[in-house]
């Protein structure tokens, strides 16, 4: 992997984000438990350490323990500009915003391109859009 990976701590969320962006994106999801690293700074069902695989969107998560600090997104976006066709794009836009916030609809901008943001119910914004003609 050479490209920089988010890598988020969540509180006890991690299970369902990572289960949600996995369905949403088409990727494998890779879970494992407190239990299974032999931790015992959490309930032993916690996300220790979970992944997204073989899709479109690299992603760690874990559920937090003890005294750290969970995900508090501010100043920062996932893009995904231009990574997927208009139709996929379109389609993670509306299921990321389900449950969360359109911070800027998913539009057609007047330089020509489209793109929107939206904090997903997780708290990560993403940043959305392609170029060109959509079909619309």
Known sequence: ???PTPYIHLPGTARD?????????????????????????????AIAHGYLADG????????????E???????????LLGTADPATLRGWFSRL????????????????ASDGQVVDRYGLRWLIGFEGDDGD
């Open 1 to 3: 992997m050479t490209d």
């Open 56 to 67: 479109p969107v690299a992603l760690f998560a874990a559920d937090v323990a003890g005294d």
């Open 17 to 45: 984000a990572l289960t949600l962006y996995g369905d949403v994106f088409g990727c494998r999801v890779q879970l494992h438990t407190f239990a299974e690293f032999d931790r015992t700074d959490g309930p032993p069902e």
């Open 69 to 79: 600090a969970p995900l508090r997104c501010e100043g920062m976006m996932l893009s």
């Open 97 to 112: 915003s389900d449950g969360g916030r359109v911070v800027d609809d998913l539009q057609r901008r007047p330089w020509g």
